[in-house]
């Protein structure tokens, strides 16, 4: 038997007596009673701020430095005391489900070296070391946050899967002894993956498995004096078969996690009347209840039968406003903390989603809207003003603050098939745009929980603008912003950006309602004929400008450069990752008319003309022998695509698109352009092949054309400073 079993079992058989009265709970009576009513009220001791550590200063410590319990707690920890930080919540790595950087006898201890895998050379993992010296890294923590007055967490990361980059040929420093020993514990494998959440997650329907989730928290719960435990359900968002293979989990699976939480709160209660102080229970879930217990989680039965303290939603990505949170947690006397993560959202310019203003204005909203406390994610420099300015609304006042729209854009359809129909939020970012057609306005909420009355009262003086980021807008003057019905008039420009002046009176504070509408554009000249110009185009004389982003999934066996006239697109490998597209954003209205053409010589395997709009997509696939659309197959023309360049011209009308080659209607293809199992992204992509296909073509033009506009981003900016 291998030692970490060994280990297991041996002490599942010590504690087997221990963990069936735990499982029962302790008995009822006035200790217990003293016990949950002290518990009640530390849930809604103000906190300002719970700061998540993901355990990395554990992990990854710099190789040459002497190691010293302070110089560990320098990293992260010290510079927090006396701060907004009333709470620490410590992730003791807790990676692949049973590796620990905790002096665990249960789990399995992380004292591999990244250096041996590959990674980070300059860092080494200190958790061995920390315990030789005597205390390791939970208890050094727990001990400081408690002389200086801050509670401490344990937080276990009940699926995380960062160890999916293992494989069989590849080990990988994540990737626990558990895993390689019962892979049939996993909801997947690293050949046939899943298509939704990943491969590595173990699988909770296992028995064994829970009963492990179980004793890991139990065993800390015992050996360590913590105010709580965090159970970190969103990293990372799968736990069942049923939902990794695009279904819904079953309500035997919900009862399954519901059992499990019912185990954990009794021990909690056995162990806090044991210690003569209460454990405190907190998850970290997605922010709609609905989601949630289709993954196999039924947070609003956890709710209602009492088994948490506090809730912390979001991540990845918001569903419903943090309104909607705060009110579940209302219904059932529940703390809810509003969760913070560090900006994902890529292809920024201007006002950017993880500086300081903007995570202010995030704060601002989640008081507004009522939060307990907040909840940092991946924020770790421990001398930032934010521990300080973020944690209450008074720290906030006079501050200059951005309010976006939306500030993660995590999909999550990702871990749930489907998983956007829970959306109640609007989305709108540089990598999820929107179209606005002539004629046709849209309507965004965008939340300003900024109290711009009571600034002015208080005799501030704020400076509110409306900045909207658009692509493909000649004409400033054809945009219209209204906030609240009121027009904004006429903006000003500052490269892509449109700047309206806001009255400060106008906003309220929460959300606020703001109409954009495009007017139709004037044609050069009346009566015209010509066609309208291309908005979106690239010469295969250059590699593509700056407006045109290129993938980055691989570099080997790829390849762009430009031979006589022409960009030679090359994929000439099979590996995962290998294939290169260069993308350019593309406003496609429901409505109207879009128009791409591409001048094209193939020269082996499959090149792609890809083209979405958020929802709907196609590609043009360019074979040989043939064209052809990927999602209809039968779809297609036979023709020698190599011996010339020939030029492609799609027009896209609703779901319909029509191909002509070198002039001549070839294809009407009807309902050909809709909606797909993975929602298509706003743009026009060109290149080669797939992961497992190779291609190769020279692109002499690839053009594009919309009567819509993109709009990219819109954010709120609150001054308070000079001008």
Known sequence: ???????????????????????????????????????????????????????????????????????????????????????????????????????????TLLDRQPGDFGLQPGMRNIARELIDQGADCLRLVVDHAHAHG????????????????????????????????????????????????????????????????FRYLDEVCRGYDIDGVELDFFRHLCYFPS????????????????????????????????????????????????FSREMGLDIERWLSEGLVDILVTSCYFR??????????????????????????????????????????????????????????????????????????????????????????DGRPGVWLSGGERHCRRPILTPGQPLSLEPGRPAVLEVDLGEDLAGAVAAGLRPR?????????????????????GQDLGRPAVVDDWLDFAVPPALPRPGANA????????????????????????CEGTALPGPAWSRDRVAVANTLAECRDGALLVADRGTANGEYLYFRHGLAMGQHDETVIEARVKVVSGISSLIFGNGTAGQRLRLYPD???????????????????????????????????????PRLEGKGCFRARGTPYRPEIAFGAASSTETGEALWAAVRARSTAVTVLDLVFSVRYGQE
């Open 464 to 484: 509110v603008t409306a900045h909207v980021r658009q692509r493909g807008l000649a004409d400033p003057g054809r945009l219209t912003v209204a906030l609240q």
């Open 319 to 408: 569903l419903q406003p943090w309104s909607a949170s705060v009110a579940l947690g209302q219904r059932h006397g529940v703390a809810v903390y509003s969760g913070l993560s560090e900006s994902r959202v890529t292809g920024e310019t201007r006002f950017r989603r993880g500086s300081l203003e903007a995570l202010r204005g995030r704060a601002m909203n989640a008081w507004q809207a009522g939060a307990e406390g907040l909840y940092l994610y991946n924020h770790f420099n421990p001398a930032s003003p934010l521990w300080k300015e973020l944690a209450s609304p008074a720290a906030l006042r006079g501050l200059d603050k951005l309010f976006h729209v939306t500030v993660r």
């Open 626 to 664: 043939r064209v052809e659309f990927h999602h209809d197959p039968g779809v297609k023309v036979a023709m020698d695509t190599t011996d010339d360049f020939h030029t492609y011209r799609l027009t896209i009308r609703g779901e319909d698109v029509a191909l002509a080659i070198d002039g001549t």
């Open 514 to 537: 703001l109409a954009i509408a495009l007017a139709a554009a004037v044609p050069a000249t009346a009566g015209a004929a010509a066609e309208a110009p291309w908005t979106v185009s």
């Open 1 to 107: 038997m291998k030692t970490w079993l060994l280990s297991a079992v041996v002490t599942a058989a010590a504690l087997t007596p221990v963990l069936a009265q735990d499982a029962a709970g302790p008995a009822a009576g006035p200790a217990l009673e003293r016990l949950r009513a002290e518990r009640r009220e530390l849930a809604f001791r103000p906190r300002g701020i719970l700061m998540n550590n993901d355990g990395c200063d554990v992990l990854y410590y710099p190789r040459e430095k002497a190691l010293t319990a302070a110089d560990f707690l320098a990293r992260r920890t010290t510079g927090l005391a006396g701060t907004g930080v009333g709470a620490i919540a410590y992730c003791t790595i807790s990676s692949g489900f049973s590796f620990f950087t905790h002096d665990t006898k249960v789990g």
């Open 150 to 213: 801050q509670e401490a967490f344990w937080s276990m990361r009940m699926n995380d899967t960062h160890d999916s980059a293992y494989r069989p040929d590849k080990p990988y420093l994540l990737y626990p002894p558990l895993k390689v020993e019962h892979p049939e514990w996993l909801v997947g494998d690293p050949i046939r993956r899943t298509p939704h959440g990943r491969w590595s997650s173990v699988n909770y329907a296992v028995p064994e498995i829970r009963d492990l989730a």
């Open 243 to 290: 939902t990794a293979n695009g279904g819904v989990a079953t309500a035997e699976e919900c009862a399954m996690m519901t059992d499990l939480m019912r185990r954990v709160r009794a021990m909690t209660e056995v162990v806090g009347l044991k210690r003569g102080r209460p454990i405190l229970l907190a998850i970290r879930v997605p922010d709609s209840a609905e």
